[in-house]
């Protein structure tokens, strides 16, 4: 081999070399951005880490489901029971099926004082109406309610449903909704949740009675 051949084949194993090494600093840069990547859309997409999103359908802060509107509504009770036909409140009232079938709140949903700022109608599966009221300020509704003295509810952070088949409510146990009233001869049997609602002498409870 010539020496003009041995400096060309120096330069060859030179460049050979840093070919290498660049590809390794690449390979290594990849898998560093990889990692990061992956932090950045776990935490931008609401991950824990292992996989489990949060959403919209999570439960409040207070432990009481949230729905806003009544399409939310239907759709919660669905999980648990049944919601079908979802009707506008006057509407329901106005036809013939109220007239066999009624349902809460025709009158206080008119009241501002309920708090009661939509009502709608739904009918289960044994073709009983479910009320569905959305109140924002469920203190207007429990002051209602313990002026009228009888009225109860099942109710989520900022809506309200009045069931009257005994299987729905049977149903809706599970749904962590929770029964409200403001009765003062409403017993809760021991061993059930009460809580103290946000007006006096109301309780809030995962006792559903089927005769509410």
């Known amino acids: 081999m010539t020496p003009t051949e041995t400096a060309q084949q120096g330069k060859d194993t030179m460049r050979f070399k840093r070919a290498l090494a660049t590809c390794a600093l690449l390979v290594m840069s990849t898998s560093v951005a990889a990692c990061g990547s992956g932090d950045d859309e776990s935490r931008n997409s609401g991950s824990d880490g292992d996989g489990k999103s949060g959403g919209s359908s999570q439960p409040a802060a207070s432990g009481l489901p949230e729905a806003k509107d009544m399409a939310s509504i239907a759709y919660y009770l ?19 099926d109220a007239d066999k079938n009624p349902a809460w709140g025709d009158t206080e949903a008119e009241d501002p ?20 009221l959305t109140v924002p300020d469920m ?39 929770k029964y409200l009233t403001c009765d003062p001869d409403a017993e809760i049997p021991s061993g059930f949740e009460k809580q103290a609602a946000e007006v006096d002498g109301c309780v809030l409870s995962d006792y559903f009675p089927s005769d509410y």
């Open 113 to 132: 004082s309920w708090g009661i700022t939509e009502r709608a109608v739904c009918t289960d599966k044994y073709s009983d109406a479910i009320a569905l």
């Open 78 to 96: 669905n999980k648990y029971a049944s919601c079908l036909d979802l009707t506008p409140g006057a509407e329901y009232d106005d036809s013939e």
């Open 139 to 177: 203190k207007k509704l429990q002051t209602a309610a313990k002026k009228d003295g009888h009225a109860s509810f099942l109710v989520g952070k900022d809506f309200a449903v009045v069931p009257v088949d005994d299987r729905t409510i049977e149903e809706l146990k599970a749904s962590g909704l």
